[in-house]
């Protein structure tokens, strides 16, 4: 078994960040004074902007987009901050839905990019593309089983 963890490794991680950012976005909305609101909320000021990002950039080597995903989400938290720095706007609440929504749109925005990638690519064509390649390969080509006849 562990080796189908180690195999899996990242989806894993993956899912647990997304886990730990739901809960830190849901005691900071919820108000829940818990010792594990601020190191979870930290954590989504920072991953959530940066998985966005990185989803959005899918072209650049992973180092770059690293690199791009972690500037980028700190600009992003900074511009919130700034945009709410008038003392009647200033609250956690809305900074951190304001975070949330930007991170949405990040990740809606790469889904968009991808279906719209895909539609270039006509999935008939491919099924029956595939579908031909596993016939030629079973029972070979129309000719050579015409010919044994």
Do not use: Y
């Not at 739901?22 to 909305?29: D, Q, T």
């Not at 304001?98 to 790469?110: D, G, M, P, Q």
């Not at 889904?111 to 031909?132: F, P, Q, S, V, Y």
């Amino acid at each position: 078994m562990p080796s189908a963890v180690g195999k899996n490794l990242l989806p894993v991680l993956a899912g647990a960040a997304c886990a730990v950012s739901g809960v830190g976005v849901a005691l900071a909305l919820a108000g829940v004074q818990s010792p594990l609101r601020a190191p979870f909320v930290l954590f989504f000021l920072f991953a959530g902007p940066a998985c966005g990002l990185a989803a959005a950039l899918p072209r650049l080597d992973p180092a770059a987009r690293a690199a791009v995903a972690a500037g980028g989400a700190v600009v992003i938290d900074l511009a919130v901050a700034q945009s709410l720095s008038s003392p009647r706007l200033l609250t956690v609440d809305r900074g951190i839905t304001a975070v949330v929504l930007i991170t949405a749109l990040l990740f809606l925005w790469a889904l968009g990019r991808h279906i719209r990638n895909a539609e270039h690519i006509n999935t008939a064509d491919c099924l029956m593309k595939g579908i031909k390649t596993g016939r030629s390969g079973l029972f070979g080509s129309k000719d050579e089983s015409v010919s044994k006849k």
